[in-house]
């Protein structure tokens, strides 16, 4: 079974400029979440969609960044314009329903450096 | 507001030696608490889900516990070895709400030949 794909794995910006990444979930799986994780922290939810509706997006800084998933399959973040601060991890995750008692499946990150 | 708080965060042991890894949280209201290992430049890999129900999980050298009323969990790893040298973060889903984890600091640790 094919895990949780992300891409690009790594992006270097300056600030003021935009970057988008790309999350394609496990197959069937219709809970997906993405969370930012900044050096040296746990990782902080941006925002989780089911299917394709938001379930909670309290977290994302709505000025700048933006996601969507409009098929309730893949997924694209995008931050316009990036700070310094949004240098991070952004990790992408699913699992298979809201409110499931499974586990959370993670992909491999992208990781942002903004100059 | 649920937080998660791991101490230490960093831990250092010599091989062989078993350890235990903390986590407490603030709010008891919990659905599960899941840990997970991360290794440099990579992703979350999923431990253990240990339900609300239930008091522990085992995988092969580990062992996760959840003391729900003292707003615990540990890890405890047995017969460590170099390749657990890892960070590892602990997640709480609430009961209620959009049920998001909220994720520790994580505890750096490195197993010493």
């Known amino acids: 079974e094919a895990g949780v794909a992300q891409s690009p794995r790594y992006k270097i910006i300056e600030k003021r400029q935009s970057v988008a990444f790309w999350c394609n979930p496990i197959?069937?799986?219709?809970?997906l979440y993405w969370y930012q994780q900044i050096l040296g922290q746990g990782p902080k939810l941006l925002i989780q969609?089911?299917?394709?509706?938001?379930?909670?997006d309290s977290q994302l800084p709505k000025d700048r960044f933006s996601a969507e998933r409009l098929k309730g399959v893949d997924s694209t973040l995008k931050i316009q314009p990036a700070k310094l601060e949004d240098s991070a991890v952004y990790l992408c995750a699913s699992s298979p329903r809201q409110g499931d008692t499974g586990e959370l499946f993670f992909g491999e990150g992208s990781r942002l450096t903004v100059l | 507001k649920q937080e998660v708080t791991q101490i230490p965060a960093a831990l250092s042991v010599p091989e062989g030696e078993n350890l235990v890894l903390n986590c407490s949280f603030t709010d008891s209201a919990i659905y599960n608490l899941q840990w997970f290992r991360q290794d440099p430049g990579k992703g979350l890999t999923s431990l253990l889900l240990i339900q609300s129900s239930q008091r522990e999980q085992t995988s092969g050298r580990l062992n996760a516990s959840l003391d729900k009323s003292s707003g615990r969990s540990t890890l405890y790893i047995a017969a460590s070895q170099p390749g657990d040298s890892a960070t590892y973060l602990c997640?709480?889903?609430?009961?209620?709400?959009?049920?998001?984890?909220?994720f520790g600091q994580g505890t750096r640790l490195t197993i010493n030949p």
């Open positions: 197959s069937g799986h219709a809970t």
């Open positions: 969609f089911q299917n394709n509706g938001v379930v909670d």
């Open positions: 997640a709480a889903r609430r009961i209620q709400g959009a049920q998001k984890l909220v």
